[in-house]
């Protein structure tokens, strides 16, 4: 009988590793084997001038005293990433190597052996809470969420971070009490002679289809993202655009959301087919945006927040329809080996209970079948020939599939825009537990309107924008995209 533990966690393929020096100092981490020869460890398992480094396969060996001894042919200090060498056996089972873009709220695996636990293993499912793909000078590539089961990591650094079986990434450090840093396997093998000895020693590495598609580039954003509340379905992210000796940052905000007026407005086929300079680009974007809608403020303010928080590759936004204009932005991302549909639903209103009404009623419009069909035969028509999955993409048209075949996953982000005491009322001192406070009154609602309905809370991406006026803010950013 298979232990699903031990095949979805790849419990045979992780170890113990244990390093001691001349003065009698030990270190313990986690490890696991890469193949039936090599072993993937965090570097600062090794402890200073160590004398030997040994394996155990499982916490019963470790009991036992029963291991093998390996050799370091690789130590790097700065990706915190040790290669070791089996001496004297070959193991049977090792995990593969998943060469992979990590998102944002991805549900992912790991294992390890905590010194809290005894080091017995520990496996436990997390999720991604941040990417660093875009910032040079990090340490690491990706964090991920602790489990409620365990306090303190230390011995699970060296652990891999497991989806569908294979390795992305590994764990190299724990910081504060709520999250785990990672090195991705893209990160170790841009290191090269961490990717020349991976080669040369044939390691099996799978790269998903359309790694190296590179959405279109990032402007400046206008947000922070100072809460990212995890503690419960749907995850919200609170944004704030920050102040200036107690004054709301509106024209930072107004200068920076001016720049993304193309990139929300036109397609990317649209730009390409464009023929014109650079101003002439921009009059014709803003020709497409309407001015005096506040629904399409709240789309466009959507549209950057899922572009820069989670590496989407923009469809089409403005959806016209036989009811009504409808301002949705509709994105791609690429999830591992899935490729799921974002479509947006943006609500901007006095209050933030009038918000989540108008932003569930989109929801529940977006998710009508008649209304999703039109959209799939809608987005086919802006599908650019050099994205990836073109095979996927295209599936959206085809009317002879039923509509829960022509796309992996259809995830809905949620834009909420509403005036708030929040902003107006600016508290320095205790704006992030009242920010905070006003997050968790917002799932609240959110839970308690989608009990009764068929919403998957799971498949929703809410952002929450308090504001200090709504119809202030849109027209300081009309006067802007007009000067």
């Known amino acids: 009988m298979i232990n699903v533990k031990n095949e979805e966690f790849r419990l045979h393929s992780i170890f113990v590793i244990e390093s001691v020096n001349n003065n009698g100092k030990k270190i313990r981490g986690s490890g696991f084997a890469i193949s039936e020869n090599y072993i993937l460890t965090a570097n600062h398992n090794l402890v200073e001038d160590y004398q030997s480094i040994k394996v155990y ?5 470790l009991v036992e005293e029963k291991s093998f001894e390996v050799s370091c042919i690789i130590s790097n200090d700065k990706l915190d990433v040790a290669l070791l060498e089996i001496i004297d056996q070959k193991l049977e089972k090792h995990i593969d190597l998943y060469l992979t873009s990590i998102n944002i709220d991805s549900e992912v695996l790991t294992c390890g052996y905590p010194l809290e636990k005894g080091y017995h293993d520990a496996p436990i499912k997390v999720k991604v809470t941040n ?66 000895k991976i080669n040369d020693i044939g390691i099996n590495i799978t790269s998903q289809e359309g790694f ?3 959405p279109p580039e990032l402007f400046k954003s206008p ?28 024209q930072n905000f107004t200068e920076l959301l001016y720049e993304w007026i193309i990139d929300y407005s036109l397609s990317i086929k649209e730009r390409k087919n464009f023929v014109g300079n650079g101003r002439q680009l921009f009059k014709y974007a803003k020709s497409n945006y309407p001015e005096d809608d506040l629904n399409a403020l709240a789309d466009l303010c959507l549209h950057v927040a899922i572009r820069e928080s989670y590496k989407t590759i923009p469809i089409m936004n403005k959806i016209i329809d036989i009811k009504n204009k409808t301002f949705s932005c509709t994105h791609a991302v690429l999830n591992f080996d899935k490729l799921e549909l974002w479509i947006g639903a943006s609500a901007v209103n006095k209050t933030i209970e009038e918000a989540i009404e108008n932003s569930i009623k ?50 809905i982000p949620v834009f909420i825009m509403h005036d708030s005491e929040l902003i107006n009322k600016y508290d320095a001192q205790n704006f992030f537990s009242l920010f905070s406070q006003h997050i968790k009154y917002c799932r ?6 989608t009990n009764e309905s068929n919403i998957e809370l799971i498949d929703l991406r809410v952002f929450c924008f308090p504001v200090s006026d709504i119809q202030k803010l849109n027209e300081a950013f009309v006067a802007e995209i007009n000067s």
Not at 135 to 141: F, L, T, V
């Open 57 to 61: 396969k499982s916490t019963d060996h």
């Open 131 to 196: 990417n660093f793909d875009n910032i040079k000078e990090s340490d690491y590539s990706f964090e991920v969420s602790q489990s409620p089961t365990i306090t303190n990591y230390e011995g699970m650094s060296g652990a891999p971070v497991i989806y569908n079986k294979n390795c992305i990434g590994i764990l190299v450090v724990q910081q504060g009490k709520n999250t785990l840093y990672a090195i991705s396997i893209k990160d170790i093998l841009d290191d090269k002679e961490l990717r020349d």
């Open 212 to 214: 190296d598609y590179k």
């Open 223 to 250: 947000f922070q993202y100072c809460i990212n509340c995890y503690e419960g379905d749907p995850n919200i992210k609170g944004i704030d655009i920050g102040f200036t000796f107690k004054e709301w940052n509106v």
């Open 362 to 411: 989109n929801i529940k419009y977006i998710l009508d079948h008649k209304s999703l069909n039109n959209r799939f035969y809608a987005l086919t028509n802006q599908i650019d020939n050099t994205w990836p999955h073109q095979d996927k993409l295209k599936r959206l048209s085809d009317g002879t599939l039923p509509l829960d075949q022509r796309c992996d996953k259809i995830i």
């Open 444 to 449: 609240d609602i959110l839970n308690n309107n």
